[in-house]
Nanobody, 122 residues
Framework: QVQVVESGGGWVQTGGSLRLSCTAS????????MGWFRQAPGKEREFVAS????????LYADSEKGRFGISRDNAKNEVYLQMNSLKPDDTAIYYC???????????????WGQGTQVTVSS
């Protein structure tokens, strides 16, 4: 199994950008699909983006298409979420998660990080 730790959250103004990073432990990182989720105050956790184990295929929530980009570097055991044109509705705790499957996936994940806070001010 892999363990993941998120970083890169913070405060940004509307229209700004942030890049989140997720660092995974373990030698089998390249066998895992990775996902980003978020949970806003008072709301359920929701899918943001996923990338397959090789980095060749991605999935996005409809609301993030064109604004967010997910990528990974298997040599560094890292996955990234580049977020552009941020809006106050993007304010949430962002979680990185790993799934022991090769394909990008928007459903259930088994390995979760503690999350990183992203706050977008208007």
């Amino acid at each position: 199994q892999v363990q993941v730790v998120e970083s890169g959250g913070g405060w940004v103004q509307t229209g700004g950008s942030l890049r989140l990073s997720c660092t995974a432990s373990g030698r089998t990182f390249s066998r895992y699909a990775m996902g980003w989720f978020r949970q806003a105050p008072g709301k359920e956790r929701e899918f943001v983006a996923s990338i397959d184990s090789s980095g060749g295929d991605t999935l996005y929530a409809d609301s993030e298409k064109g604004r967010f980009g997910i990528s990974r570097d298997n040599a560094k055991n890292e996955v990234y979420l580049q977020m552009n044109s941020l809006k106050p509705d993007d304010t949430a705790i962002y979680y990185c998660a790993a799934r022991s499957t090769s394909s990008a996936y928007r459903g259930t994940y088994g390995n979760w990080g503690q999350g990183t806070q992203v706050t977008v001010s208007s």
